[in-house]
């Protein structure tokens, strides 16, 4: 593709690989955007010696070992690891806290492994709230990670870095978590595509020390429906535990029972313009072929609820768990950490396991409902991206900061807790041309299904990113 830009990281390893532009010439690039976008704080912490040398060791390979290099999904494609998660070996990982220095990364996770063998070149680990405990990535260490579209707004998070970075093309496509949307929220709020996996589906160890009790997932957040499934297929699978390998069943073009879920109901009311691009998500669906079926807010309420608690606990008992094995001192963390930990630290082992009962009907409540849909629709986010600092942390009221957090996304914890696959698309944009997201669920193993109909809808163009990918040769 002489002269043009790539779209997305697909068309990067493919100008890498044909050699119209090395990565190593793409990692400048890339680490140029970071310099001049730095104001967005989507990155934490960059390593440009540790970029340079990777890209490097791609372009020697390539030259010298092209059937090795060529068969790499992603070969020589500059990337960015999360500041949570991982790890990454050479990439100090501080979890947004000053609690922890950046002087460590001396591993790689299983899921790091894969990212190196499908071919990425990573710098620098993106902008995380502190231990992932916000759906804004706005650490009291900084920096404050802005919305590209809107540096007013949110970026989202946890995974807000890495969202804002690939949004605002410092890169094409960015590691990222979610245990509670963490993955989709960033990528609803920037208009990228954002798969949480089907439990099970990407490798959590050797340490599993960001597993969650099943409820979390690493993965990535792209440009293209494309890409995402490349990713899938590159990084996931054989994942060594603790549950079986997913079967991933083939795509189902047509014919599907498409669950339609408009309504979110009193508590958490979802603003009309991202109804209306589930409406018009659903009118297109049902065009191809596939039957719509109304689903009411009382099918969800209960699940809903219980996926919140459940999210709410295990993340407290883990946090506790984690001071104690690294013995940290608490006194240094932000408020609102402080109180979560207290929070776990204060729950009987029986409300823990009340909760963790509740999760499992949760499971259990998802499959009968897709004894009678095959997918789920659904809004994304309940309103624009909210304005930077909506989710403080100088506080200690844990109650209302989950409170928050389940009025701007309420159905997110559902497919974490319940294990199905759930993706984030943009369909269209609003008055202010910020990206109207929705979202689709599907039964455990059917990532590729979603996928499928995902592509159908990007198809219809209605959000067209604003922003160059860095990663250019034009």
Not at 66 to 80: E, S
Not at 188 to 205: D, F, N
Not at 269 to 275: E, I, Q, V, Y
Request: glycine fraction near 10%.
């Amino acid at each position: 593709m002489p002269g043009e830009r790539p779209a997305d990281a697909t068309d990067v390893s493919e100008l890498i690989r044909s050699g119209q532009l090395t990565a190593t010439e793409a990692m400048r690039l890339s680490l140029a955007a970071a310099a001049h976008q730095s104001s967005l704080g989507a990155i934490a912490h960059l390593d440009a010696t540790i970029g340079i040398a990777a890209a490097r060791a791609a372009d020697d390979e390539r030259r010298s070992n092209p059937t090795r290099f060529n068969p790499r999904a992603f070969g020589g494609v500059p990337t960015l690891a999360k500041d949570l998660g991982g790890p990454f070996k050479g990439l100090p990982v501080a979890a947004g806290s000053r609690l922890f220095k950046r002087d460590g990364g001396n591993a790689d996770s299983e899921v790091a492994d894969r990212f190196r063998a499908a071919g990425f070149c990573l710098f620098g680990l993106t902008t995380s709230p502190e231990f992932g405990l916000s759906l804004a990535s706005e650490p009291a260490i900084g920096p404050v990670c802005r919305n590209p579209h809107d540096p007013s707004r949110t970026a989202g998070g946890s995974s807000g870095g890495a969202a804002a970075a690939v949004a605002a093309g410092i890169v094409s496509i960015a590691h990222a978590t979610d245990a509670g949307g963490s993955i989709r929220v960033p990528a609803a709020c920037c208009g990228l595509i954002g798969l949480k996996p089907s439990r099970g589906a990407m490798p959590a160890g050797p340490s599993f020390g960001n597993h969650l009790g099943g409820i979390a997932s690493e993965f990535v957040v792209t440009r293209s429906v494309r890409d995402t499934e490349l990713a899938l297929k590159s990084l996931g699978g054989k994942a060594r535990g603790p549950f079986p390998d997913v079967v991933m069943t083939g795509h189902s073009p047509s014919g599907l029972r498409i669950g339609l879920l408009t309504d979110t109901g009193v508590r958490f009311p979802t603003a009309g313009d991202r109804l209306d691009a589930v409406e018009a998500a659903a009118i297109s669906l049902e065009a191809d072929g596939h039957a719509i079926v109304r689903l009411q807010w009382t099918d969800f309420e209960t699940a809903v609820g219980y996926s919140a608690r459940a999210f709410e606990d295990i993340v407290a008992v883990n946090l506790v768990n984690l001071v104690q094995d690294f013995n940290l001192d608490m006194t240094m963390a932000e408020r609102l950490t402080q109180a979560v930990v207290e929070q776990g630290s204060a729950m009987p082992a029986a409300a823990l396991w009340a909760s963790l009962n509740k999760a499992l009907l949760v499971s259990h409540h998802m499959w009968t409902v897709f004894d009678k849909v095959d997918c789920v629709l659904s809004p994304m986010l309940s309103s624009a991206p909210l304005a930077v600092g909506s989710f403080p942390s100088d506080h200690g009221d844990t109650e209302l900061h989950f409170e928050r957090m389940a009025a701007f996304a309420p159905l997110a914890p559902l497919a974490n807790v319940s294990g199905v696959p759930a993706l984030t698309l943009p369909f269209g944009s609003d008055a202010a041309g910020l990206p109207l997201p929705i979202q689709l669920m599907a039964p455990v193993g059917r990532d590729l299904q979603l996928l499928s109909l995902a592509r159908r809808l990007e198809a219809e163009e209605r959000w067209r990113h604003p922003f160059p990918i860095a990663d250019s040769a034009a």
